[in-house]
Structure formats: C-alpha cells, structure tokens
C-alpha cells in the first residue's frame, strides 16, 4: 500500500509564504506525475499545480508566477511553495499522485491540509 502524508498547512497572512509537502511511502512503487489540488469552500477540487517525473510544470492561471511546484524524486516527496498568499488561496490542499506499482497504475490522494489566508 502506498500513502501520500501531506504537511506544512497553517495560517498565513495575505502576501506570505508558505511551502507544502507531500511524501510518498510504501515499496515497490515509481512515482509518475505529482500534483496538487485545492478545495474552497462550496467549491469544486481545482488543479493548482503539476509535476511530471521529467520535472516538467503546469500551473493554474490563478497561481502562475506565486505558486512553484516541485518534486525530489530520491525522498519520494513534492513540494509546493506559495509566495504573495491571496485569501482566495484559502482551502484544503491536496496531494495526489500517479504511481505504478507491479506493473499497474493507480492513483492516489492524500487527506488534504488546511490552508487558511487572512486578509
């Protein structure tokens, strides 16, 4: 079984930072794309960021040029740094990941971090 355990979440006022993790553990598994997804309130879960195993990238409009997206495939982790908060960043952020394990592909989420930015 492979769990993703997402960490860094908290309060942050508007023009902050704040960077987010998202370890992966389990055997025998690679790690294909990573990326990470927010859920406002009474909202639907939004792409923020995407990252292939190459280190290719692709953002949300909204986060382009604040937000980067990374990965250290060595300690199976990914990275999510949020510069110039908006209180409209505001939700649960969430990990999720396209692994292939024994040959087959699965994908999986992590049980989400509160991010709350005040104005």
């Known amino acids: 079984q492979v769990q993703l355990v997402e960490s860094g979440g908290g309060l942050v006022q508007a023009g902050g930072s704040l960077r987010l993790s998202c370890a992966a553990s389990g055997s025998t598994f690679r790690i294909n794309n990573m990326a990470w997804y927010r859920q406002a309130p009474g909202k639907h879960r939004e792409l923020v960021a995407s990252?292939?195993?190459?280190?290719?990238?692709n953002y949300a409009d909204s986060v382009k040029g604040r937000f980067t997206i990374s990965r250290d495939n060595a300690k199976n982790t990914a990275y999510l740094q949020m510069n110039s908060r908006k209180p409209e960043d505001t939700g649960v952020y969430y990990c999720?990941?396209?692994?292939?394990?024994?040959?087959?592909?699965?994908?999986?989420w992590g049980q989400g971090t509160q991010v709350t930015v005040s104005s």
């Open positions: 990252i292939s195993s190459g280190g290719s990238t």
């Open positions: 999720n990941a396209d692994i292939t394990k024994w040959s087959r592909q699965y994908d999986y």
